[in-house]
């Protein structure tokens, strides 16, 4: 039946986002707020989130009201490799930043109680920069939702925007990245 699931979009906050990530060079970089608000312009029905409480309360609350499992889980965030780093992987739900290892076991906690509500056949998509090249991380998330495919993505993630007329979102598969797909352990490029 097509409508017993729905798509949910969770974007990191741009008005909260970690000191660590405003710690930026702006001759390199935009302003880390400019890429999360360009999601929010992407994905028009996606929802803020501050912290990883915010994100787990509004799945709840989403498939409460809908009464419907979630099929498509998008979060769009920042996030990172650094290669040759313990934990080298990581992105934010909100302000909350997620690796696959002992400092993240609470947020690990939290996503296995949020598993329940995603169907299936569910696929998470983490829009975060070069979480994609970590797939401890990918692998540990796919664990703690069940099973379920977790998508992530080797390059950066970037937007652009074309004023009052629409914004594209390039994952940077097309610059030679990969989009790497973890189940339980099993990582692969799609």
């Known amino acids: 039946m097509a409508n017993d699931t729905f798509d949910l979009v969770l974007i990191q906050d741009p008005n909260n986002i970690p000191q660590r990530l405003l710690d930026y060079n702006?001759?390199?970089?935009?302003?880390p707020a400019d890429y999360l608000n360009a999601l929010?312009?992407?994905?028009?029905?996606?929802?803020?989130?501050?912290n990883m409480n915010e994100f787990c309360g509004r799945i709840f609350a989403?498939?409460?009201?809908?009464?419907?499992?979630?099929?498509?889980?998008?979060?769009?965030a920042h996030g990172g490799y650094e290669d040759g780093?313990?934990?080298?992987?990581?992105?934010y739900i909100g302000s909350t930043v997620i690796t696959s290892g002992i400092g993240s076991r609470n947020e690990h906690a939290l996503l296995r109680r949020v598993a329940p509500f995603l169907s299936?056949?569910?696929?998470?998509?983490i829009?975060?920069?070069?979480?994609?090249?970590?797939?401890?991380v990918l692998s540990k998330v796919?664990?703690?939702?069940?099973?379920?495919?977790?998508?992530g993505y080797t390059n950066y993630?970037?937007?652009?925007?074309f004023g009052p007329y629409y914004t594209a979102l390039d994952d940077g598969t097309g610059d030679g990245g990969k989009e790497v797909v973890c189940i339980n352990g099993q990582c692969h490029f799609r």
């Open 120 to 125: 299936r056949d569910a696929h998470v998509y």
């Open 62 to 76: 989403e498939v409460s009201l809908r009464k419907r499992l979630i099929k498509n889980l998008v979060i769009g």
């Open 85 to 91: 780093k313990y934990e080298g992987g990581h992105f």
């Open 157 to 161: 993630i970037t937007t652009t925007s």
């Open 26 to 31: 702006p001759k390199i970089h935009d302003h």
């Open 142 to 151: 796919s664990e703690c939702l069940g099973g379920i495919p977790v998508h």
């Open 127 to 136: 829009l975060a920069c070069r979480t994609g090249n970590d797939r401890s």
């Open 40 to 50: 929010k312009s992407y994905f028009r029905q996606g929802v803020t989130i501050g």
